[in-house]
C-alpha cells in the first residue's frame, strides 16, 4: 500500500484577511500542494485564539483544531508579520500550544521540517522575525528548512498572488514550500 502523501499545516497571517504575510504563506504552500502534499490552513483570524494557559487543560475547540493538525503534521509552513521589531503575538501564541504534544511521540515539532516567512515593513524587522522564528523551532525541536524568507513589505515585492508578485521572491517561496515537503517525505517515508 502506497504511502500517504504528506499533510502540511500552513500556520500565520494576520487579522487582516489575505495580508501580505497570508498571501507569501498561500504561495508556499501552493507549491508544497503542487508536490503532492495536503494542506490544512490556520490562518488570520482563525489565530485569535486564548493565550495559552500552562495552569490549564482545557482547551476550546479552536485550539483543539490546532493541536490535532500539529500533531497530525508531517511538515509546516509558517509566515507571521513582523511587529514593533519582532514576530507577531498571535503566531507566537499558536506556536505555544505545540506544547501540548509534548508527551505524544513525536513530541512539539520533532522530526518535522518548517519552512519560515517573515514580512515586514522593512529589511530589519523582516530579517529579525525570521531569525526569531526560527529559534522558536528550534526550541520546538523543528528543523527550519534552508531556505527561509524574509520579505519588505514596503518594497511592493508581494502582489495579490503569484503573477503579481516579484519572480524572485515568488521562486524562494516555492522552492521553501517544496522543501518541505521533500523533508516529510524523505523522513516520514512510509509511514501513514
Known sequence: MPARPP?????????????????????????????????????GR???????????????????????????ADGVIIASPGYHGALSGMVKNALDYAEDLRYDERPYLEGRAVGLIAVAHGWQTAVGTLNQLRTVVHALRGWPTPLGVAINDAAGLIGSDAESSDAALVRQLRTMGQQVVDFATSVGGGRG
Open 46 to 72: 482563525s489565530l485569535l485564539i486564548p493565550i495559552y494557559d500552562t495552569e490549564s487543560s482545557e482547551r476550546p475547540v479552536e485550539t483543539l483544531a490546532l493541536v490535532d493538525a500539529l500533531r497530525a
Open 7 to 43: 499533510h502540511i499545516v500552513a500556520i500565520g497571517g494576520s487579522t487582516t484577511p489575505m495580508a501580505a504575510s497570508e498571501r507569501a504563506l498561500r504561495m508556499a504552500a501552493e507549491a508544497a500542494a503542487e508536490a503532492g502534499a495536503e494542506v490544512t490552513f490556520v490562518t
